[in-house]
């Protein structure tokens, strides 16, 4: 049944309401009347947009048109009408305020959305006013001191890796050494952090903000100081807003945020190590989401790097660094008597949450079941030969257990799945039967490493990142599967639990899953027999490209290629699976022959949750070799996305910020 007025253009909002009453208690037709309007929200932005709902006293039994209406209609739009769908009792319509592109600042609009069925309903809503742009600085200063009183209780893990860079005679840039750090970041009062490290035990390292150190026994020796680049997730521990000049550029989106760009630069009177570059800021509640540039140099001694570094929202309200890019591209001198390196580094945090990533498993299906009576059955123990396999499993299960709770092993998830697949088409087509089952893990580290622990494979998210393609991906599970078909065991010191009872800067040293010389040679040799029965026997013209890349840049990327729990990809005189590599094309500087991708390829990380999945992209066209880069450190590009909050949490909030000339 049809309504049987229309609203008319021109005419007062309430004489339409009352003209529609009549009308409807004229024609006698309605049966169901209309019980409400309502909206998702009791506020909103200037040219935001809010869901509203109509709802009957009952289901209808045939289509019906509810009639809509705002109040001033210079402040929100809705459509004329909804239709409520045959059986029915509600459906949405959408409210789409109105942003004035004069006003600057001013007061709050009260808005009256009207409905009609039968009766009419209504339902209020505030339009926020545009904040000026002065208010708005206000409004980041406050919300950065915030940031910097929220980030101190949280210790993610941060690590960074750096790539020195050099650029030939034919303009080639390519990486000529490299560094890489983990800790665990500490940002109460400065920035410091405790390193995990192979060779000796972690110290807490120097409590300053330049990524440079400069070592007493050569004073023209420059070292990089993982704090120096930690520290670039903070604009200003002071940031003060007579310190800086702010300059409005313009409004734009980094992925479903949409921001405002600022350019800040210190004062005359602002202290050393201020910053100086552009700001990003969410257009809800005013948090800065990126910020790039560097800071203002504090004394020869000390330089500070070009940085563009991004937080994400990670819980309601909360936003939290995530990752950072930065780079130096000049070849001239920048400080007496120091040569400014070229280079490009990449900083990442994660384990956020970690009291919930530790104690997700506990305790949260705990059951107390009524024993029954079985005193006089006979309970047969576990044979020799699985007591021993179950012995093995708890060493591999507590190994694995810690290294999640410590943040390097994500918990599993989809990725896992993906390993899984391509080991199980290993394991059917050579019919193995191995018991317990095999599992896969992603270490959520950088360097490029697999390893085993007992059953258990695991893959670095560095590794899964560079891998060209599934037939690689299969290449480097197939030496970890042949291990353990092999039956290559772990050791089983790790059953007792009192072995994990060490500082966590010290786990590198501590858990070593790596195998003899003759473990790896008749693993490879297994590896190799696996292949040539499974359905990548055909497509291992990639995989061997992959080896011959990792061997080309062993000597130069020592760090990326150095494992910290297992076997090296490749040694001095050796490489895994060298007849895969010695079967596969020269490795040449052409556009189709792509041998290894770049660094953060293929895999997600979520900085909370330790969750890790793969990117979902569109190939993009290479126009020259240039453009491959393989194993080498890249700028980061998030697709920014916000976090559902309370609708009271916009009451603070506007979406779009005017220039106040």
């Not at 990089?224 to 930690?230: H, I, K, L, N, S």
Request: charged share 20%; glycine share 4%.
């Amino acid at each position: 049944m049809k309504t049987p007025f229309k609203f008319l253009r021109g005419m007062p909002v309430v004489s339409l309401i009352l003209l529609a009453g009549l009308a409807i208690s004229a024609s006698g037709q309605t049966t169901d009347s209309l019980n409400s309007v309502s909206l998702a929200a009791r506020s909103a932005a200037g040219g935001s947009s809010v869901e509203g709902r109509v709802t009957l006293s009952g289901p209808t039994t045939e289509d019906i048109e509810v009639s809509l209406a705002a109040d001033p209609v210079t402040a929100a739009r809705v459509p004329s009408s909804v239709t409520i769908k045959a059986g029915e009792t509600s459906a949405t319509f959408t409210v789409t305020t109105i942003l004035s592109q004069t006003a600057i600042g001013g007061d709050d609009t009260a808005v009256s959305i009207y409905a009609n069925y039968g009766v009419t309903k209504h339902a209020n809503l505030t339009v926020l006013a545009p904040v000026s742009f002065d208010r708005m600085i206000d409004k980041v200063i406050a919300r950065e001191h915030s940031f910097i009183d929220n980030v101190k209780q949280y210790h993610p893990l941060a690590e960074t890796y750096i790539q020195n860079m050099q650029e030939d005679k034919e303009h080639n840039v390519r990486p000529t050494a490299d560094t890489y750090f983990l800790g665990r970041l500490d940002l109460k009062d400065t920035t410091s952090d405790e390193v995990f490290q192979k060779d000796k035990s972690g110290n807490k390292m120097h409590r300053f903000l330049s990524p440079f150190e400069t070592l007493g026994k050569n004073a023209f020796t420059r070292h990089y100081v993982p704090a120096g680049f930690a520290n670039m997730a903070i604009i200003d521990r002071d940031f003060q807003k007579d310190n800086y000049y702010f300059t409005f550029v313009r409004q734009e989106f980094l992925g479903e945020v949409r921001c405002i760009v600022v350019d800040v630069q210190p004062r005359e009177k602002a202290h050393q190590g201020s910053f100086v570059g552009r700001i990003w800021v969410e257009d809800h509640d005013f948090n800065i989401v990126r910020f790039n540039g560097t800071y203002s140099n504090k004394s020869n001694y000390d330089s500070y790097f070009h940085f563009d570094s991004w937080r994400m929202n990670m819980q309601p309200g909360i936003w939290l660094p995530s990752q950072i890019y930065s780079e130096e591209t000049s070849r001239k001198r920048d400080l007496p008597p120091f040569i400014q390196p070229r280079f490009k580094a990449q900083t990442k945090f994660w384990n956020y949450d970690e009291v919930h990533i530790k104690h997700q498993s506990e305790f949260t299906d705990v059951r107390v079941d009524v024993a029954d009576d079985h005193a006089e059955a006979v309970r047969a123990q576990a044979p020799p030969l699985e007591a021993q396999r179950n012995w093995e499993r708890l060493a591999e299960d507590n190994a694995i257990d810690h290294l999640q709770k410590t943040g390097l092993i994500a918990p599993p998830g989809p990725l896992d799945k993906v390993l899984q697949t391509v080991v199980n088409n290993l394991s059917i087509t050579n019919n193995l039967d191995i018991i317990p089952e095999v599992r896969c893990r992603v270490l959520l580290t950088t360097p490029l490493e697999s390893f085993t622990i007992g059953h258990t494979i695991v893959i670095s998210r560095g590794l899964i990142d560079v891998l060209p393609d599934e037939a690689a991906l299969a290449m480097v599970l197939s030496h970890e599967l042949a291990h353990i078909a092999l039956n290559h065991r772990i050791d089983s010191k790790f059953a007792f639990n009192d072995r994990f009872f060490f500082p966590e800067p010290s786990t590198f040293q501590r858990m070593d899953f790596e195998r003899s010389a003759l473990d790896e040679q008749a693993a490879d040799k297994k590896a190799i027999e696996l292949l040539n029965n499974s359905p990548y026997k055909d497509k291992l013209t990639s995989a061997g490209l992959f080896l011959r890349q990792i061997q080309d840049r062993a000597q130069v990327l020592p760090n990326l290629i150095r494992p910290h729990f297992g076997n090296p990809l490749t040694g001095k005189n050796t490489i895994r699976l060298a007849t895969v590599a010695t079967a596969a094309l020269k490795l040449e500087n052409k556009v189709d022959q792509i041998a290894a991708l770049s660094l953060g390829a293929r895999v997600n990380l979520n900085p909370w949750s330790n969750q890790i999945e793969m990117m979902i992209s569109k190939p993009v066209t290479l126009l020259s070799p240039a453009d491959k880069m393989p194993l080498e450190v890249t700028p980061f590009s998030p697709y920014l996305t916000r976090m559902s909050t309370k609708a009271t949490d916009f009451s603070q909030s506007a979406n779009v910020v005017e220039v106040n000339k």
